[in-house]
């Protein structure tokens, strides 16, 4: 019978055994994060590189060159679809700005989208002021909720008043992500369609308030909460009817 000392040591390494498949091959926490964004390691230097996900890129660990839903040559580690990696990594990409621009102050704004894509800006601009919009929020519970909104543009700036027992604004101050869509005129899609996301800032200052307030169609209370919504991405799509900006597509960087 093994001492108490033993058993415990057994359990320590048991417990802390690389990861492997039912295969046999041991799998280590950076081997299968790099499945999942085209990352591998050169084996003279042992740095880290990234194939790029292109034509040229050659190897196991190349994700153009294998089938969809098949399986790395000489690894059991599922290939990831390059479709899904190329959205993985733009998601990082958003994440790492959005994270910059809390640090730097430099947050993106429609005033970004303005400069940097003028024809979508105002595509945009007349579809969400001319009607209501849907305004997309995070629960708890990590479903979607949506509501009918009114933004205002103004001073470089999105922004959306609303009640403060509002759920959305809740949504808003504890997940801070948004996606907000204009409302169309049919079924055809007649006038064509306009996409934001962000997330969404509170704000308490009185000049930015008179700012949002003097572009406001209507009258705010007094009562109303008001959130800016930060432009991370805008795009839109049209049906024959209207001509499109170019580019159609706007992220922020």
């Known amino acids: 019978m093994p001492t108490p000392a033993a058993a415990v040591n057994q359990r320590a390494r048991t417990h802390h055994r690389p990861r492997s498949c039912p295969c046999g091959r041991i799998q280590s926490p950076r081997a299968i994060a790099a499945a999942a964004t085209g990352s591998t390691t050169d084996a003279a230097s042992g740095r880290g590189r990234t ?39 733009r998601a990082s990409r958003l994440t790492v700005a959005h994270a910059w621009g809390w640090q730097t102050g430099a947050m993106p704004s429609w005033g970004d989208l303005e400069a940097q894509a003028p024809g979508l800006a105002a595509f945009g601009a007349d579809r969400l002021t ?20 009114a933004p205002i543009i103004g001073g470089g700036r999105l922004f959306v008043f609303m009640e403060p027992t509002s759920p959305k604004g809740q949504d808003l101050r504890e997940r801070r992500w948004y996606a907000l869509h204009n409302g169309v005129a049919d079924t055809f899609g007649t006038g064509g369609e306009f996409y934001v996301s962000g997330h969404g800032v509170l704000l308490d200052d009185p000049a930015l308030r008179a700012v949002a307030a003097d572009a406001a169609a209507y009258s705010p209370e007094d009562r109303y909460v008001l959130f800016e919504l930060e432009v991370d991405e805008a795009r839109c799509n049209g049906y024959g009817d209207v001509p499109l900006p ?3 597509r706007w992220t922020a960087r």
């Open 51 to 89: 194939d790029g996900g292109g034509p040229a890129a050659s190897g196991p660990w190349s994700v153009a060159s294998d089938p969809p839903m098949g399986r790395r040559s000489g690894s059991c580690i599922p290939s990831v679809p390059t479709r899904k990696v190329s959205q993985i990594r």
């Open 130 to 149: 001319g009607a209501p919009a849907y305004l997309a929020t995070v629960r708890p519970t990590g479903g979607a909720r949506v509501h009918p909104v």
């Open 246 to 248: 170019d580019p159609p």
